[in-house]
């Protein structure tokens, strides 16, 4: 197969996959809600509440694309696909079995950082370019929050790329299955607790929702998006959810494998077990969103800067003393 | 010519194209969005070379983070909407074009002579022997860069900050 058609088909897969987990991800996301706070919407209308990620994409699919006058055009109509690239450029390295992954970069989660940087662009930019003060405010808060998120986020996985002693994510997952333990139990239990605040933090998701704020900010950076483009933000949401959740599986939590099960046939139960733990952290990361306030501004930076970022830098040092002594 | 070749070439006009369109532009935010083209394509163009680690820092570094500063900072002090005149000037334009060739011969020039077609690395990975040399050979400078940093850090935050506590000292 030439590299150009395998090429073309991993992209085609991807581009498959992406919307069907994210679609996935929403319908945990309104059933859940509608469980823990009673919405008769999601639990019975429309068979049982399924029919409602459909339902949402395809209206906005068939609503007027609004563009107000003072906007910045173009910016403003490409601000979208910067985050939707970085997010579905994230499932390059997620690997679902040993062979089963778009490519095993070596450097694979140096490029995980290097690519999820990219979708703040487009949060700064949508907000500027939106011509409103709200859209403005939400856009700042934005950019922001995901400078100071993205430093935990980072240095709560050189913990764990030490401990493994590679970067590529197979090698990271074939560490845990030789050690016999996920890398949660065995030393990084912290820099999960880390990752997984750093990853929602920069999801945007309650309890670090400044930016999107609706009752003070009405969606903060995408108030005047409409139709497809604001389908885009909503999708790449929850597609980040999954990439996050995966990769955050993937380092922590052991991956494709579980313990006592065969590492033969990883191949076949790979991609349910991943999948699997994804949606776990999902629902958890839900079961967040659903039971929590909002943080205030300043104690959303005091967290980052004054707790996680010492704390994850702790956490590599204490990594780094033990991989030398033991 | 291979489809290697005829894809660097392209990528290479890119390059030129955003590059005169960051300077040319006369929008801010138009520039700076420019400059992340101009910078993912040099990102491209070194995973071309097989340097997959400089091309993630160009990302990381550059994109992730200088443009995201640059446009915080546009937006957080005045954000201005649509072309902005001041970025409009005409002076120096001569001067401005003679430093900027004179620039491009010295590297060209010194590029040619240093390194002329030889491969440097021919197999296995750039990022392994990069960390092995920065951590060996290089490593004072490596240490005396992030001293360095680490000093314009203190710096900055110094001048930027109204510290109360340095205030009252002043005033007594």
Not at chain 1, 205 to 222: A, W, Y
Not at chain 1, 232 to 253: G, H, K, P
Not at chain 2, 57 to 75: C, R, S
Request: with cysteine.
């Amino acid at each position: 197969m030439s590299f150009s058609t395998e090429l073309l088909i991993k992209v085609l897969v991807v581009l498959a996959t992406a919307p069907v987990m994210a679609l996935g991800l929403t319908l945990l996301e309104v059933k859940g809600s509608a469980w823990m706070q009673r919405r008769p919407g999601p639990l019975h209308v429309g068979l049982r509440g399924f029919i409602f990620p459909l339902a949402t994409a395809a209206k906005y699919l068939q609503k007027e694309t609004i563009i107000p006058n003072d906007v910045d055009e173009p910016v403003f109509k490409w601000a979208p696909a910067w985050v939707i690239a970085a997010v579905v450029g994230l499932f390059t390295i997620i690997p679902l079995s040993p062979t089963l992954i778009v490519r095993d970069l070596e450097l694979g989660v140096f490029f995980l950082l290097a690519i999820s940087s990219i979708s703040t662009i487009g949060v700064l930019t949508a907000g500027w370019s939106s011509a409103n003060k709200f859209s403005l405010m939400g856009g700042l808060r934005a950019a922001g929050q995901l400078i100071a998120y993205e430093l935990p986020l980072i240095l709560s996985v050189v913990g764990v790329v030490i401990q493994a002693e590679t970067m590529s994510t197979v090698g990271i997952v074939e560490k845990q299955i030789e050690f016999g333990f996920p890398f949660v139990i065995s030393g990084q239990g912290i820099a999960f607790i880390i990752f997984m605040i750093a990853a929602t933090a920069e999801m945007m998701r309650t309890p670090f929702d400044m930016p999107i704020g609706e009752s003070e900010l009405t969606m903060g950076f995408f108030t005047e998006y409409s139709g497809i483009r604001f389908l885009i933000f909503y999708i790449s949401e929850y597609i980040n959810l999954f990439v996050m959740c995966a990769i955050a599986s993937t380092l922590f939590l052991g991956g494709y494998h579980v313990p006592l099960l065969p590492t033969e046939w990883v191949n076949f139960y790979g991609p349910l077990v991943l999948i699997g733990k994804t949606f776990l952290l999902a629902f958890i990361l839900i079961a967040i969103r659903w039971s929590f306030p909002r943080f205030r501004e300043d104690q959303l930076q005091t967290l980052a800067w004054k707790v996680l970022i010492p704390l994850s830098l702790l956490n590599i040092m204490a990594t780094a003393i033990m991989k030398v002594v033991f | 010519m291979e489809a290697v070749d005829i894809f660097s070439y392209f990528l290479l006009l890119l390059l030129l194209l955003s590059g005169v369109k960051v300077v040319t532009t006369s929008n801010v935010i138009h520039a700076a969005i420019f400059l992340v083209f101009t910078l993912a394509t040099t990102a491209v163009l070194f995973i071309l070379l097989s340097a997959e680690f400089v091309a993630l820092v160009l990302i990381l570094v550059y994109i992730g983070a200088v443009i995201v500063l640059f446009l915080f900072g546009v937006m957080i002090t005045r954000a201005p909407l649509g072309p902005n005149a001041e970025l409009d000037n005409d002076q120096n334009k001569l001067l401005a074009a003679v430093i900027s060739l004179s620039i491009f011969g010295i590297f060209t020039y010194i590029l040619l002579q240093t390194f002329d077609s030889t491969v440097v690395i021919s197999e296995g990975t750039s990022t392994k022997l990069l960390g092995e040399i920065l951590l060996s050979r290089f490593v004072f400078p490596f240490e005396l860069v992030s001293f360095v940093l680490l000093g314009a850090l203190i710096g900055g935050i110094t001048l930027a900050r109204k510290d109360n506590a340095l205030m009252d000292e002043d005033q007594i």
